[in-house]
């Protein structure tokens, strides 16, 4: 993706989620990795719903500001997860975190590893596992620390990952464009508003149902 279609495309993306209530006020961010290992991201303290194309921060590959407005305070999160996550998914070019409302309410519920179990096929194949990621202070260290290891955590079981949850805090999902990683956050939000709205968490599918959706659509779960 070349530099001029990635800043319009994170400005559409970012309107998008905005005026359709996935984020709210100045909350959440989005990157996209260009070609050569820089880096654009929505400012520290922007509004995705009214994002302009040419104040969006560029960031070298060396994690210097070169340009733009001041980039979000997750940068060092992107950047770690980019690095992660494109060990098995080399095309992985776009993260979006959110505050999404559904995400984080269930963040605040649920006692396992994971955010969501199986609900339903589309989870299954768009979304996949979701671990939840203890809270840590947005930006800090060890915030980085634990989503990098959720990661590789689960890499080391054969499973790439789409997602991870950030407690109290909101989702960061990722894909190979702004437009898919929207997607993958949309389905997501949705799935986590399905359990919100049950007045307990719903039986997952069954394994047979699970491995018929690997077989039939290669979902990675």
């Given at each position: ?5 990635a ?23 989005i ?71 559904h ?13 969501l ?97 690997r ?7």
């Amino acid at each position: 993706m070349n530099e001029a279609h990635a800043r319009d495309e994170i400005c559409r993306v970012g309107r998008s989620l905005f005026e359709r209530g996935y984020v709210h006020a100045t909350a959440g961010n989005i990157s996209v990795r260009l070609d050569d290992g820089s880096f654009l991201i929505t400012p520290t303290d922007a509004s995705l719903g009214f994002l302009q194309p040419d104040r969006l921060a560029r960031v070298d590959a060396s994690m210097k500001h070169v340009g733009g407005d001041r980039p979000s305070k997750t940068l060092a999160l992107h950047a770690a997860l980019y690095a992660a996550v494109r060990n098995r998914d080399a095309g992985t070019a776009c993260i979006i975190h959110t505050h999404s409302t559904h995400c984080v309410a269930l963040s605040l519920r649920v006692t396992g590893e994971e955010l969501l179990p199986p609900l339903t096929p589309y989870f299954v194949m768009k979304v996949g596992h979701v671990p939840v990621v203890p809270y840590g202070t947005p930006g800090s260290p060890e915030a980085v620390r634990q989503a990098v290891g959720a990661v590789e955590r689960y890499a080391s079981r054969g499973l790439a990952l789409r997602a991870v949850m950030l407690a109290r805090l909101g989702p960061n999902v990722w894909h190979d464009s702004p437009a898919q990683a929207m997607a993958v956050l949309e389905e997501l939000e949705e799935t986590a508003k399905l359990a919100c709205l049950s007045p307990t968490m719903p039986a997952p599918l069954a394994d047979a149902h699970i491995e018929d959706l690997r077989r039939t659509f290669n979902a990675r779960w």
